[in-house]
């Protein structure tokens, strides 16, 4: 098989981190050029912005975009209009409406768009969903709880209107949750706590109701020091599964389980090869809409001013 | 043709003033039983919850659901499974992903859900969306100011979380322009204003981005007194249309068009039939996600106390 040619719009902390490890080691991806306004990487093609790659490089049939999602939809909406297939980091919009126009837009272009949720690849996802496919789950917990300062130093976009706040690390597990349980769930109690001097929550605590009384609680802490906890635990009536950092330890009935781990951004890029060579689209909106549901459904309180 | 039997569930004062008079109004409907705790209607079968009604009443099978967003879902939910139409005020949902929910289950169980926006059926709507169909529009301003004291005295739910607060008229508007105009278009800022003892905002102000430049801007205002505005002004290549008085006016470059009105909520009934007939839904939840992008992108602001 041919590589194909892809192009990173974005050279951040994220695309350094993964996404040009991952394309690296990725056979099904070459990486040809990047857009950067502060310089690119040694030795790959350079431009100044979308523009001037879709007009100098009509030979990258793929984008990939890592930039925050509040520049993210002009840009997008131009390198599907350019006939690119378009991979977009996480979450795949400010809005959900804005991404729910790209989807349509990749439709009527007939290019692949993948909206991704890394978090789905770490290495328990898949099998923790195969073994709740044939369960029924009574009670769901989930504890997402970090330290702001150490996995975001001097990010002020996450404090920014639109930036989120705690649900940006929070959206990963509510796409891991959305990716293992089958039933359909919605936000039926939210507490948002905003510091004092910040636009957005630095806590969350969640409640979603699903079918048969079913109740998954949803806790979302920046405030944790010490010991970092990503735990997903889904209680059913044959068994309880836990999901630990962050989605890549699985412990069913306390046995700790041998996994593959062959990595997140990896397993995503793997995805999009396969999505391109199908002709399909993956644009799932749930994590998100939880999450504007949320909003739209909390109780704010404030809470302790917030210094980085 | 034979009227087809519904049921009203919730009768306060939505259900008073409006779905029963338009329902003693229509050919296609006869209302048949109520489901009320603080009692129905002279001469009306009345139950006191959906369950009974169900049991006793497999006769009738439209359901007609009109109380608040919060205790909605549930008797929603039961309402479709157990195989009737069902017809829901708005807004649909206290959360766009339990609406979501539902027009699911409605296509698993082969029933009619309409969601209903009953600003749609104002006079002058779907003539200013018939004379835009062939314009480029190309900026849109929508006022919405009206007094909460007079419009909901001493509702209050409306300022609990979940409430939407001034959003609940808001959304009768953002249900105009998403059916006057046929772009895509999301927020891409806004600000909420929260009164200091409220949880839900008193006003709000919203920027949407679509197409060709084209920029959208919505005030909503819970404070007005004296004159009460409900206005959006379009203006295109081809003229200005200007909707007032909620949409039941219509003024295309200054000339006020004549404009038969049949009501907004005897034009609910009437699609709510011919949906049945046709074997078809109606849940488009475009202003609901609207209002739940603003609560997540939007920045807050704090203002006085609102004092019933």
């Given at each position: ?231 997903i635990t889904v209680q059913t009536d044959n068994g309880t599964l836990r999901l630990s950092d962050g989605g890549a330890t699985l412990h069913i009935d306390d046995a700790k389980q041998t996994l593959q781990d062959s990595g997140e951004y990896p397993g995503l890029y793997a995805r999009f090869a396969d999505l391109i060579a199908a002709g399909q689209s993956d644009v ?25």
């Amino acid at each position: 098989m041919t590589a194909t040619k892809v192009a990173i719009l974005g050279v951040g902390k994220i695309a350094r981190d993964q996404h040009i490890p991952a394309i690296a080691a990725s056979d099904a991806f070459d990486l040809a050029a990047t857009v950067s306004r502060s310089g690119g990487l040694e030795g790959v093609d350079n431009h100044p912005d979308i523009d001037a790659l879709v007009l100098a490089r009509p030979d990258i049939p793929a984008f990939s975009l890592c930039m925050p999602p509040q520049p993210r939809f002009e840009i997008a909406k131009k390198a599907i209009l350019a006939g690119k297939h378009t991979m977009l980091e996480k979450p795949p919009g400010a809005t959900v409406s804005e991404a729910l126009t790209l989807a349509d837009l990749a439709r009527a272009q007939g290019v692949t768009l993948f909206a991704t949720w890394h978090s789905r690849y770490a290495a328990g996802v898949a099998q923790a969903r195969e073994w709740l496919a044939d369960r029924t789950p009574t009670k769901v917990e989930i504890i997402w709880k970090e330290d702001v300062r150490r996995w975001h130093p001097g990010q002020d976009w996450i404090w920014e209107a639109g930036g989120m706040g705690v649900f940006d690390p929070g959206i990963n597990a509510l796409s891991i949750m959305t990716e293992i349980l089958p039933d359909p769930l919605h936000v039926i109690a939210a507490t948002l706590s905003f510091p004092e001097n910040r636009a957005t929550p630095i806590a969350a605590d969640l409640t979603f109701a699903g079918p048969r009384g079913l109740q998954v609680s949803a806790g979302f802490d920046w405030r944790q020091e010490g010991p970092q906890t990503w735990d997903i635990t889904v209680q059913t009536d044959n068994g309880t599964l836990r999901l630990s950092d962050g989605g890549a330890t699985l412990h069913i009935d306390d046995a700790k389980q041998t996994l593959q781990d062959s990595g997140e951004y990896p397993g995503l890029y793997a995805r999009f090869a396969d999505l391109i060579a199908a002709g399909q689209s993956d644009v799932d909106l749930r994590p998100l809409q939880h999450v504007a549901d949320a909003f739209m459904l909390g109780r704010r309180e404030t809470v302790a001013a917030f210094h980085d």
